[in-house]
């Protein structure tokens, strides 16, 4: 059974079915080779190194093999499924490589309010903020306020607004080198 880059859901749901009821190494192959690479990338984009990025993967697929009869797919994809199983791999390493810190019962009582310098600096550089975006062409005010305040991804703003994404990624671009100048000029 091969599986192509352009496989359905039903086609990788069913070798998943196969796995799990017969030990299908054939759909278990295809389903590597759909789903490895692609595990990989994902590993390297949540910033595993290269080497962690494939032994992660490679783990993945091992628990997909062995937790194939666990896939029920009234309940999520066959790719939701691997993923998951490879997000928590990824925490469960990640949970390996932090050092547990020693708990020091005298830190349970400090004082979590910040200095009052930190209070008025940050007070100081809000006000700035403010004024300079206030000061900025609105186009590209509000440009920086969704992207950095609302948090609205580069693809959501071009849809948003009907522009080309390249032409949203420029006018940050350009946005944020004004507003960094108009801050500097304001030190």
């Not at 390249?166 to 030190?187: C, I, M, N, Y």
Request: glycine content about 4%.
């Amino acid at each position: 059974m091969s599986v192509s880059g352009g496989a359905t859901a039903e086609q990788l749901a069913d070798c998943l079915r196969r796995v799990a009821e017969r030990g299908d190494r054939n759909a278990f192959a295809a389903l590597f080779a759909h789903f490895a690479p692609r595990v990989k990338s994902y590993m390297l984009r949540l910033g595993a190194s290269a080497s962690q990025a494939e032994d992660l993967a490679q783990d993945t697929m091992l628990a997909v093999w062995r937790k194939a009869a666990q896939f029920d797919p009234a309940r999520a994809g066959a790719a939701t499924w691997v993923f998951v199983i490879a997000r928590n791999l990824r925490i469960d390493a990640l949970r390996r490589e932090r050092p547990t810190e020693a708990i020091d019962p005298a830190d349970e009582h400090e004082d979590a309010t910040p200095a009052a310098d930190a209070i008025l600096e940050s007070a100081q550089a809000e006000r700035a903020l403010g004024a300079a975006l206030a000061g900025m062409p609105e186009d590209q005010a509000m440009l920086l306020r969704l992207s950095f305040f609302e948090d609205h991804a580069h693809a959501d703003i071009s849809a948003r607004l009907g522009l080309p994404l390249g032409t949203v990624k420029s006018r940050l671009r350009r946005a944020l080198a004004r507003l960094r100048q108009v801050l500097e000029e304001t030190r």
